[in-house]
């Protein structure tokens, strides 16, 4: 079974443009998370979308949004990006076929976003 | 909101010791408390996790131990390894919000042969 598949894996932007990336679950995965890793704040929740509809949300500000199509893939959007955006974006699918935890997140490799 | 502090930031030991990393979470509504590892370059995975109706979880050299009473949970890693090197991170969700985790900073363990 092929794993979560996150593109691009490395950009760069210039302050003020606005980046898409994209991810696909692993099959069968209705759920999708979105995360940004820095050295300074670690991992932090971004969103999280279920059979289209996003279920939760992290405190980041609207420059950050998301979506879910459906067959499953999720992509998340930054305008206006600030070099503060500069992160590891990770996506995570699970199987979380309701709302009971059903277990483990599986992540992919990471979409590495420098901005200049 | 949930908040989870993770304790240490870095911890080195020799190889063949033990290794404890502990977390505390502030929301009480938090049931589910899993335990990722990060290898330098690589994604998270899951080592092993716990919900709150159980007080310990073992897997050869794993254990989390949960104190709802307290807010706490901590790993433990036995007879550490050099592939045992990496960074820890705990976290904490609520039912219905499993892909909503809130995570510690990380702690970053080095086994020395």
């Excluded at chain 1, 670690?42 to 289209?52: I, M, N, P, V």
């Excluded at chain 2, 870095?10 to 049931?31: F, H, M, P, R, W």
Aim: glycine content about 8%.
């Amino acid at each position: 079974k092929a794993g979560v598949t996150q593109t691009p894996r490395y950009l760069i932007k210039t302050r003020g443009q606005q980046v898409t990336l994209s991810c696909s679950p692993i099959s069968g995965h209705r759920s999708v998370s979105w995360y940004q890793q820095t050295p300074g704040q670690g991992l932090q929740f971004l969103f999280e979308y279920f059979s289209e509809t996003q279920r939760n949300k992290g405190n980041f500000p609207g420059r950050f949004s998301g979506r879910q199509f459906s067959n499953s893939r999720s992509e998340m959007n930054v305008s206006t990006l600030e070099l503060g955006d500069s992160a590891l974006y990770l996506c995570a699918s699970s199987l979380n076929e309701n709302r009971l935890n059903t277990g483990e997140l599986f992540f992919g490799e990471g979409s590495r976003l420098t901005v200049l | 909101g949930e908040n989870v502090e993770q304790h240490p930031s870095t911890l080195s030991v020799q190889e063949g010791d033990s290794a404890v990393i502990k977390c505390t979470y502030s929301d009480s509504a938090s049931n589910y408390f899993p335990w990722y590892k990060q290898e330098l370059g690589k994604r998270p995975q899951l080592i092993i996790d716990i919900r709150s109706n159980v007080g310990e979880k073992k897997d050869q050299r794993i254990a989390v131990t949960l104190n709802k009473t307290a807010k706490h949970f901590s790993l433990h890693i036995t007879e550490t390894q050099p592939e045992d090197s990496a960074v820890y991170f705990c976290a904490a969700s609520r039912a219905g919000s499993q892909g909503n985790l809130i995570f510690g900073k990380g702690t970053k363990l080095s086994v020395k042969p």
